[in-house]
């Protein structure tokens, strides 16, 4: 069984469009988080979800907004997409807020057109 | 200086050989440390946490200097199935969203 699952595995889009990936995580963790991965490897956060309180990285545009219908799915949402968008995006969970280890999903590969 | 830092190579070493690489925080505050494995094209998974008096994982030794706020990876016989990017992360370093802070990793190539 998978512990973190995120669909789709790759997505393809224009500008200005709307999309969404979906994570879920059976490993009855509290805490989620997304995760940016640019063309540099360089891992990033964007957003914790635990317990119903969501902190924000303040450098993440509004344009993205995480929804969280329960403790065991977080999902992204993101509008109007913009070339600089295009990334690896993981989905990642962990029994509590900051720790490790983190369970990764295999992530979501964007690209913006 | 930035919060997690390291270098990220690629360092090229023969199969066989031992290869260390460290990671610098700025973060004296900094309570918890990890090294991540991430496979070319796949998720970053935990390789090990790094304890305080230093702790082994078969070929793997990691260690802590918290005075001189760096931790460290070291491989021994390394194998081809080594070839992958070591993160480093440390919790505590940024606060707020943070929780886990990642460097940028350091790309390991071992060749036959």
């Keep these: 069984d998978t512990a973190v699952s995120q669909t789709p595995k790759y997505l393809v889009t224009q500008m200005g469009n709307d999309k969404s990936i979906k994570c879920e995580q059976n490993l009855g963790h509290d805490t989620m988080y997304w995760y940016k991965q ?10 914790s979800y635990n317990n119903k309180e969501l902190i924000i990285n303040e450098t993440v545009p509004n344009r993205f907004s995480p929804k969280s219908p329960d ?36 992530g979501t590969r964007l690209t913006v057109t | 200086r930035k919060e997690v ?16 690489f460290n990671c610098t925080y700025s973060n004296s505050a900094s309570q918890s440390f990890f090294w991540y494995r991430q496979d070319c094209r796949k998720e970053p998974k ?33 194998k081809l199935s080594d070839s992958a990017t070591y993160l480093c992360v440390v919790n505590g370093s940024g606060g707020g969203a943070d929780g886990l802070t990642f460097g940028k990793g350091t790309h390991l190539i071992i060749q036959p």
Excluded: W
């Design chain 2, 46 to 78: 935990l390789l090990m946490s790094v304890y305080s008096s230093g702790n082994e994982d078969g070929r793997f030794t990691a260690q802590l200097n918290r005075a001189s706020q760096y931790i460290s990876l070291l491989i021994r016989d390394s």
């Design chain 1, 71 to 106: 403790k065991a799915h977080l999902n992204l949402h993101i509008n109007s997409l913009e070339l600089g968008d295009s990334a690896v995006y993981f989905c990642a969970s962990s029994q509590r807020f900051g720790e490790s280890p983190l369970h990764f999903g295999n």
């Design chain 2, 5 to 20: 830092e390291q270098d990220p190579g690629p360092f090229n070493v023969p199969e066989g050989a031992t290869v260390a």
């Design chain 1, 38 to 47: 640019d063309s540099k490897k360089f891992l990033k956060i964007m957003f």
